[in-house]
C-alpha cells in the first residue's frame, strides 16, 4: 500500500474532516482513504462517451422539429489582389 502526506490543509477542512469520522466511527485516516476513493470513483465513468452523453442530455427534445432555412448561394471569396 502505498502512502502520502498532504501538506498544508485548512484547519477548517481538518476539523471538518475529524467531525466526518467521528459521526462515521471511523478515524480521521479511515475517513480520507474512504472521502478520497469515493472522489475519484466518482470522476471515472467507463463506457459513457462524450457522444452518449449529450445524446441522453437531448433525447427528451427529440420529437421537436426545427424548420430549417433555405440555402443561398455561396458567397464569392474574398480577392487579395
Same mark, same amino acid.
Not at 498532504?6 to 476539523?15: Q, S, T, V
Not at 433525447?59 to 421537436?64: A, G, T, V
Given at each position: 500500500?502505498?502512502?502520502?502526506?498532504?501538506?498544508?490543509? @485548512?484547519?477548517?477542512?481538518?476539523?471538518?474532516?475529524?467531525?466526518?469520522?467521528?459521526?462515521? /466511527?471511523?478515524?480521521? #485516516?479511515?475517513?480520507?482513504?474512504?472521502?478520497? %476513493? !469515493? +472522489?475519484?470513483?466518482? #470522476?471515472?465513468? &467507463? /463506457?459513457? +462517451?462524450? /457522444?452518449? %452523453?449529450?445524446?441522453?442530455?437531448?433525447?427528451?427534445?427529440?420529437?421537436? !422539429?426545427?424548420?430549417? &432555412? +433555405?440555402?443561398? &448561394?455561396?458567397? !464569392?471569396?474574398?480577392?487579395? @489582389?
Amino acid at each position: 500500500m502505498a502512502s502520502i502526506t498532504i501538506r498544508n490543509l @485548512d484547519d477548517d477542512i481538518k476539523a471538518r474532516l475529524r467531525v466526518r469520522a467521528s459521526v462515521n /466511527g471511523r478515524s480521521m #485516516e479511515e475517513e480520507a482513504r474512504r472521502v478520497l %476513493a !469515493e +472522489a475519484v470513483e466518482r #470522476e471515472i465513468v &467507463p /463506457g459513457k +462517451a462524450l /457522444g452518449t %452523453a449529450i445524446h441522453k442530455l437531448f433525447q427528451p427534445f427529440s420529437d421537436i !422539429e426545427l424548420e430549417l &432555412p +433555405a440555402r443561398e &448561394p455561396m458567397r !464569392e471569396p474574398p480577392r487579395f @489582389d
